[in-house]
């Protein structure tokens, strides 16, 4: 018989390994959700006990299981900021303004990415005007 942590982290059950599987079926357990064997102390996740079905401990069983753990993604923004800095001197290359791009990314880089508004600013522009007519290789900010 297992017990499985419901979403407030509270013991439920018990249930033989056939009904959590049912109830894994329907949705209510999942692969993440935390099972103990009735008299185990070591919760693991439900597709742990499908894996190892491992025999009951001889402690009691505890009265919360372990806290419940959010799979986060950690955000780097070092990396962003680093494709930023290496692809918008390839947009402007492609504008035919190559020594004004890599002029831009060395203001941004200078500047601790601060002067790279400066860019953006200068991008857009340059992307809204491109598609009228061809712009000079150091024309910065063009408009009609």
Do not use: H
Not at 89 to 99: D, K
Request: hydrophobic share 40%; with cysteine; aromatic share 14%.
């Amino acid at each position: 018989m297992y017990y499985y942590a419901d979403s407030n982290n509270q013991p439920v059950g018990p249930y033989t390994l056939e009904q959590l599987k049912q109830l894994n079926l329907s949705g209510v357990v999942q692969a993440e959700t935390y099972v103990v064997e009735e008299g185990g102390s070591q919760w693991q996740p439900f597709k742990n006990l499908l894996i190892t079905q491992a025999p009951a401990g001889s402690a009691p069983l505890p009265s919360t299981p372990p806290p419940v753990q959010e799979n986060k993604q950690s955000l780097n923004i070092g990396p962003a900021i680093l494709w930023f800095l290496c692809c918008f001197p390839i947009g402007f290359m492609q504008w035919g303004q190559t020594a004004k791009g890599w002029i831009w990314f060395l203001v941004s880089l200078c500047t601790g990415g601060v002067g790279s508004i400066v860019v953006i600013v200068d991008y857009w522009m340059c992307y809204s005007i491109q598609q009228k007519r061809k712009l000079g290789e150091w024309e910065f900010f063009p408009s009609k």
